[in-house]
């Protein structure tokens, strides 16, 4: 979807429209239907004829012959609001908008206290983290009213924020104890908390020494889509890898790795899998990979230039006792070539939204006999008993 304002211009007629776009899209054109070229495939289908807005469906086709929609709305007018009637249309928004996913409560160090009205769960557009991407996040697991693995997030989070420069708002402790009660207002027993720490709100400059402070955001949110264990495709990610520096830490720069989940969903896929700079192979875009050979020994690229992943670190204990029971001959944590993990018996996928996720084919290479691999349900089970049942370590009961 384009919209008016992703463009420099004030666009008031179409043939502004045209030029703007086509200013946008590198070696793209695109044309109205009753413009249209013979012989180039340009098409433009106008969808609404209401006085205003007027929407319509444009249809280009890049020099690389892909096509995409762009489903752009003429907006003729503009209705100013008061604070309140901005608030209403948010609401209204949010209640029209379908999603598979609740949000039920969100922290804000902006106004210092927890809400549980979407509406108002907004973030300023001054921030340095909207503007700049100058922020860090982090995840949790909720199961059965406890935070699954939330001090080995945490910590990452705090790292993370080292790296960008970000100071803390406040000391680990009291982010730990907001965090615990987002999800205790929340009510939520099973979902996710999502947390950010951003250099602040400040002047739009690129610089963040004109940002107050620093802020905390969190939010709670029941995702209501049925999980899968169903064996799924990878590929090959042609988007570049991010540079050690950027891989290790967690930022909200994560344009790299949409256009990767991108390029695999347009090849059928669930995810694109990234080479380093070397050729070893090292992580998806939101997950780390893990094999089983041959001779049944677990694989890990290590984690020096991706991130350390919390669940495949957890992955990597609970293997012992596979190893202990002789299902795993041995776990290794390396530079894995490409070769090896094709030629893998097992090949998987392991995060926080994931969990333990069998990968029957990676490009052209089917994994076994294609379906999904008996270690990787075993991991998978792991997992899932590590969560509700799993030590104290890695499990902080939510009071509620
Ligand atoms: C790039 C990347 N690698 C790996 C992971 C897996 O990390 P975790 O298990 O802590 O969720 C993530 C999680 O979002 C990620 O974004």
């Avoid at 960008?164 to 615990?180: Q, V, W, Y």
């Avoid at 995702?223 to 991010?242: A, F, L, R």
């Avoid at 994560?254 to 995810?271: F, H, R, T």
């Amino acid at each position: 979807m384009a919209s008016f304002s992703s463009f420099s211009k004030p666009i008031s007629k179409t043939s502004d429209f045209l030029a703007n776009f086509t200013d946008c899209l590198p070696n793209s054109h695109v044309v109205p239907r009753n413009l249209s070229l013979p012989g180039l495939g340009f098409r433009c289908f106008q969808t609404g004829f209401v006085e205003r807005p007027v929407r319509n469906i444009w249809v280009v086709r890049n020099s690389n012959q892909n096509e995409a929609l762009v489903d752009s709305t003429q907006i003729l007018d503009v209705p100013v609001f008061s604070g309140f009637e901005a608030i209403e249309r948010l609401r209204t928004f949010q209640e029209t908008y379908k999603s598979k996913q609740l949000f039920l409560a969100m922290y804000s160090s902006i106004f210092g206290g927890i809400t549980t009205d979407p509406a108002a769960m907004v973030i300023p557009m001054d921030d340095h983290m909207v503007h700049r991407g100058h922020g860090v996040f982090d995840t949790a697991a909720i199961m059965d009213g406890y935070l699954y693995e939330l001090d080995q997030h945490l910590d990452r989070f705090l790292r993370s924020a080292t790296m960008a420069k970000i100071n803390i708002p406040f000391d680990r402790e009291s982010i730990r104890r907001i965090l615990i009660k987002t999800v205790s207002v929340s009510k939520c027993r099973k979902g996710s908390l999502r947390y950010w720490l951003s250099a602040g709100p400040g002047d739009f400059q690129l610089s963040p020494s004109g940002c107050h402070r620093p802020a905390l955001y969190a939010i709670v949110i029941q995702d209501q889509s049925q999980s899968s264990q169903k064996g799924i495709k990878v590929v090959t990610s042609s988007i570049p890898i991010k540079t050690p520096q950027f891989a290790v830490m967690k930022s909200v720069n994560y344009l790299p790795n949409v256009l990767s989940k991108m390029e695999a969903e347009e090849n059928g896929g669930y995810a694109a899998i990234w080479l380093d700079s070397d050729g070893f192979i090292a992580e998806g875009p939101n997950m780390n990979v893990a094999f089983v050979t041959k001779e049944k020994e677990l694989l890990m690229p290590h984690f020096d230039k991706i991130l350390s992943g919390c669940t495949a670190r957890r992955v990597l204990v609970l293997a012992e006792c596979l190893v202990r029971e002789g299902t795993l001959q041995g776990i290794r944590v390396g530079n894995l070539t490409l070769e090896e993990g094709k030629n893998a018996d097992e090949m998987m996928l392991i995060g926080s939204g994931v969990l333990v996720r069998s990968v029957v084919q990676w490009d052209e290479q089917v994994f076994g006999d294609g379906k999904e691999g008996p270690v990787t349900q075993a991991l998978l089970n792991l997992i899932v008993e590590d969560m509700k049942s799993g030590p104290d370590s890695v499990r902080v009961p939510v009071p509620y």
